[in-house]
């Protein structure tokens, strides 16, 4: 296998608008494409400088919005992150000490699931 990252992961969303102040005001992400393409809106976003990027599709493309859970998100500050995202209103759970490491959930407007997580001890993988 030649497979080196994960390019776009598909985060289902109700209203990309809404998302999209979410993703870029709350989470500080970056917009790297907002364009029609057809009857469909591309809008994808990504953590500044990130291999990784999330696609906010809507409804109207087959998805169901709020069905996506367990992404991992890396920070280099978990306790300031959280603490950030509190005061922007998010509903953030911990963080808590895990066998494994230091995380955090949240959720979107749309209840699509992320772990925040600390990186991962010397060792371990998360």
Known sequence: MNITHARTVTVPVSDQDRAKDFYVSTLGFEVLVDQQMGPVRWLQVAPR???????LASAEQGFTPGSASGIILETSD????????AQ???????????PWGRQATLAD???NRFVLSAPAP???RA
């Open 49 to 55: 400088g990130a291999a990784t990027s999330f696609t």
């Open 78 to 85: 978990l306790d300031a992150d959280c603490a950030g995202l």
């Open 88 to 98: 922007a209103g998010a509903a953030i759970e911990g963080p808590n000490e895990l």
């Open 109 to 111: 407007p749309d209840g």
């Open 122 to 124: 010397s060792g371990t």
